[in-house]
T-cell receptor, first 114, second 115 residues
Framework: SQTIHQWPATLVQPVGSPLSLECTVE??????LYWYRQAAGRGLQLLFY??????ISSEVPQNLSASRPQDRQFILSSKKLLLSDSGFYLC?????????????FGAGSRLTVL | AQKVTQAQTEISVVEKEDVTLDCVYE???????LFWYKQPPSGELVFLIR??????QNEISGRYSWNFQKSTSSFNFTITASQVVDSAVYFC????????????FGTGTRLTVIP
């Protein structure tokens, strides 16, 4: 069966510090991978998605970047965090297009920038 | 413009009551998909249902039922005989054919079931 792991679960970082959130998927190959952000009182916003190694699509211009160094690994990064980067970050995977195939989400990473 | 509107921010019901969560969507595509996801306190979103735009048949799964009406662009979700375990944030989402690698999520409805 497929599982998705995301860490760290909770992170408190000062403004201007770097960020690295990691997501890995097990039990499948060549998944589509996604990073979503959930801000308080808002829905989920797609940040990045990847259909293959090294292929990253950005949906929203921002202070963040993503990388996919391996087939089942997806990393969300920032060189310098802003207060506005605080939120709940969710990694997800699907077998194909997110609009057609069901997304399976990780448990999320809660980031607080102080 | 908001593609998915969940006007109910928070709802509280007493256990065993029925509750309906509203979802109104907006799209110009003729082919699209609608979803409902549940986010329990643990934070992980759990898939509940997916419907495509050509299938307006209502669906029932246990205590859950969904009413899809294209005429009103609505995809409402009803929980019958609610239980405490139903307490969660529920998200409605839309996928359009033109941007099929993105889901547009509503802002969610927080449901609290009081024992």
């Amino acid at each position: 069966s497929q599982t998705i792991h995301q860490w760290p679960a909770t992170l408190v970082q000062p403004v201007g510090s770097p960020l690295s959130l990691e997501c890995t998927v097990e039990g499948t190959s060549n998944p589509n991978l996604y990073w979503y952000r959930q801000a308080a009182g808002r829905g989920l916003q797609l940040l990045f998605y990847s259909v293959g190694i090294g292929q990253i699509s950005s949906e929203v211009p921002q202070n963040l970047s993503a990388s996919r160094p391996q087939d089942r690994q997806f990393i969300l990064s920032s060189k310098k965090l802003l207060l506005s980067d605080s939120g709940f970050y969710l990694c997800a995977w699907s077998r194909g297009l997110a609009g057609v195939f069901v997304l399976t989400f990780g448990a999320g990473s809660r980031l607080t920038v102080l | 413009a908001q593609k998915v509107t969940q006007a109910q921010t928070e709802i509280s019901v007493v256990e065993k009551e029925d509750v309906t969560l509203d979802c109104v969507y907006e799209t110009r595509d003729t082919t699209y998909y609608l979803f409902w996801y549940k986010q329990p306190p643990s934070g992980e979103l759990v898939f509940l249902i997916r419907r495509n735009s050509f299938d307006e048949q209502n669906e029932i799964s246990g205590r859950y039922s969904w009413n899809f009406q294209k005429s009103t662009s609505s995809f409402n979700f009803t929980i019958t005989a609610s239980q405490v375990v139903d307490s969660a944030v529920y998200f409605c989402a839309l996928s359009e054919e033109t941007g099929a690698n993105n889901l547009f999520f509503g802002t969610g409805t927080r449901l609290t079931v009081i024992p």
